[in-house]
């Protein structure tokens, strides 16, 4: 990275630290760029292009997120908590939590913050019999331990609402999508440490840093085949928060020791999407 870019890089991390410094006020872009030290046009632009999302989405992002934690680590009341990441009306608060989540904020609260399943989008708008096909070869930070991988795609870079099609993955070495409908898509993918052969040492290690991965946009068309590598880092200060609630993976972890126990082959996850222990294709 050249001089240029790191500037550029360093000012755009001063512009999302105000942000999550002030999630409850009303930001205005010009706030934004005076804390990048830009200009607001050049600004907005140069923000896009680091983050991929537009400074007003990477906000709102951040709100909601900020939103999920307090649901689940405070006794707060719903309206309480839109007004501390900064919507003036608990009604638009609830619905783009909604949306972007996956469940509303009470569902979210008393699911302690985790989804029942991930279901893809079944619609006719959705499924197609002559779709295409993604397939990526995993490359995961040199820890030496398992992960358990969320992998969805989606219309836009944030990880929101129902993807078209997802998977949840057992340490494996490739993703594998399969009835993509055309158009144009992001992969989006989030890896936990996913070891549980020792049950009592996993709740320590699912506390540990998450790693993030994204791909796009993937133009898919109908019966192709895209194949690409999707490589997972660190979460960083300037990735777009995931907001899809996700599955606990301490569950899901122990559910996939037990049935490893007694087949040592891909298992099904039903509407979540393939269950894969690895292998190639």
């Not at 079944?122 to 993604?134: F, H, K, W, Y």
């Not at 928060?241 to 569950?251: H, S, T, W």
């Amino acid at each position: 990275m050249g001089a240029m870019e790191q500037a550029i890089e360093v000012a755009v991390k001063r512009a999302v630290t105000t942000m999550r410094d002030n999630l409850g006020q009303p930001l205005t872009i010009d706030d934004m760029a005076r804390s990048a030290m830009f200009s607001k046009f050049h600004f907005t632009r140069v923000f896009q292009r680091v983050t991929g999302i537009s400074p007003g989405r990477f906000l709102s992002a951040l709100r909601l997120q900020h939103a999920q934690q307090l649901l689940v680590s405070t006794p707060l009341r719903i309206a309480d908590i839109s007004q501390r990441v900064g919507y003036n009306s608990v009604g638009t608060f609830s619905t783009r939590f909604s949306r972007s989540v996956g469940m509303s904020p009470t569902e979210y609260r008393l699911q302690s913050g985790f989804a029942l399943q991930i279901v893809a989008e079944t619609d006719e708008s959705t499924a197609s019999p002559t779709g295409g096909r993604v397939q990526c070869r995993i490359r995961m930070p040199q820890d030496d331990q398992p992960r358990l991988i969320f992998a969805g795609l989606f219309s836009e870079r944030i990880p929101q609402g129902r993807p078209v099609r997802c998977a949840v993955l057992a340490d494996p070495e490739h993703l594998e999508l399969d009835d993509v409908p055309a158009g144009t898509w992001y992969l989006l993918a989030q890896s936990v440490p996913g070891s549980c052969s020792h049950p009592d040492g996993y709740q320590a290690k699912v506390n540990e840093s998450v790693s993030v991965a994204s791909l796009g946009p993937i133009t898919v068309a109908p019966r192709s085949v895209v194949r690409s590598e999707l490589e997972f880092n660190s979460a960083g200060l300037l990735d777009p928060p995931v907001l899809l609630a996700l599955m606990d993976v301490r569950k899901l972890a122990m559910e996939i020791v037990a049935q490893r126990t007694q087949a040592p082959v891909a298992l099904a996850a039903g509407a979540t999407g393939p269950l894969l222990s690895g292998g190639g294709w």
